[in-house]
């Protein structure tokens, strides 16, 4: 099979390849390994290329197949992962150049869930400083290129950057990002993917570098819902070492992922919402609308008992005090190489009393009743992703948030799927997004999977 059709394939296409020895595992992972090695000096999505380890665990792999000891569909299956996902030895960056030698004491566990399984970890993908930014940018270790335009530097999205650019490009057939304030979603968006923000508790975060532990999920990053679903399987469940995995039933999506739409009362965004949103991305947004709509789903108003802008001030103020109170050391040392987009983010928590802060989780538990309220009877909200397509770097106002669509997700604890529906100008990609109430990824899935298989958007590839 030619290397670039491989490195497109969607993964379940490459699970039965690789179970009925159609494609190998060493000719998959050589295909993005290869790929890695042409393209990425240019891109810039990985920090560190496990290459020889890679290797040699597809070697393994392809036995274990042929030998009839596979450990499970995904074995052979590359995948790429954040670098705030620790691996026992590895480097860890976080994305921050004073921590490029740091290496980690443990493996988180969801990383250690892929490798039981039998993927292959191709290495290590940029992150935003800290995994504080939604545009993308690090202005210290570096900023992915969007693939989308080879001419010009356009955001990525963050702050999984590298995974987003790593997937899009077939560098990888799908990675692992996180997501705090969109951190998934965004660069989802713009680099034209698919993306779920899981519910805190579904996916175990341990040994992933915490930013604010009240916000952060792990999330898969994939090229279509059916494999944004198996990766999210793959990473979910209890784990005793971070104790809010323990209070949840583990839950297959599989299931249920073809049941469609038909009977379901999806909601549109308020119309106050609209003016956020520039005329393509609504443009592709109410064609998804009309689409869902056509597929039997009955599309609905709300009245939301907030706006999406009132959330962004408490959802910062969490971010602010709970990430200074973990790298407050770093921050404050004036000595440090850091972001300087970055540092003053974090700082603001240094401000933020015991009482803002108490208030702020207050309220969070107040909007979370007043929201489920509202969505009485609605099995989804609808709104774009991003504001707009991918903008130019030079254009980026780093004073202001790209995530006016996505924050309140994190702030209420709910679940959210980004995917593919449209095109701006110059084939740049806009997205879909579908909120769900929390650990309900499930019907997340079952929408997308639905409007994905009655339209083509995440069939395109960036050019190149």
Known sequence: MPATELAFLPVHQLSADLATRRVSPVEATEAFLDRIAAQDGKLGAFVDVYGDEARLAAQAAEAAIRSGHAVGPLHGVPVALKDLIELEGRVVTGGCRAWRERRATRTATLARRLIAQGMIVLGKTHTVEFAMGGWGTNSVLGTPWNPWDPDRRRTPGGSSSGSG??????????????????????????????????????????????????????????????????????????????????????????????????????????????????????????????????????????????????????????????????????????????????????????????????????????????????????????????????LPLEDVDQGKAPAHFTRFGNFLDLCALALPNGQGEGGLPTSLQIVCRGYDEAMALRIGWAYENATEWHRRRPPG
């Open 165 to 390: 650019v790593a997937v899009a490009a077939g560098l990888a057939p799908w990675a692992v990002g996180s997501d705090t304030g969109g951190s998934v979603r965004l660069p989802a968006s713009w680099c034209g993917i698919t993306g779920l923000k899981t519910t805190i508790g579904r996916i175990s975060t341990h040994g992933v570098l915490p930013l604010s532990p009240t916000l952060d999920t792990p999330g898969p990053m994939a090229r279509c819902v059916e494999d944004a679903a198996l990766l999210y399987l793959a990473m979910q469940g209890p784990d005793p070492l971070d104790p809010r995995t323990l209070r949840l039933p583990f839950t297959d999506p599989m299931p249920t992922l073809r049941l469609g739409v038909r009977g379901l009362r999806l909601a549109r965004m308020p119309e106050g919402e609209r003016e956020y949103a520039s005329k393509e991305v609504l443009a592709a947004y109410d064609r998804s609308l009309a689409e869902l709509e056509a597929l039997g789903a009955e599309v609905v108003a709300v009245k939301l008992p907030f706006n999406f802008a009132d959330v962004a001030a408490a959802n910062l103020l969490i971010m602010a005090a709970e990430s200074y109170t973990i790298l407050h050391e770093l921050i404050d040392d004036e000595r440090a190489p850091l972001d300087p987009h970055v540092r003053p983010r974090i700082a603001a928590g240094r401000a933020v009393t015991a009482r803002a802060y108490i208030e702020a989780l207050q309220q969070r538990e107040a909007m979370k009743l007043a929201f489920g309220s509202a969505m009485e009877g609605i099995d989804a909200l609808l709104t774009p992703t991003t504001m707009t397509t991918a």
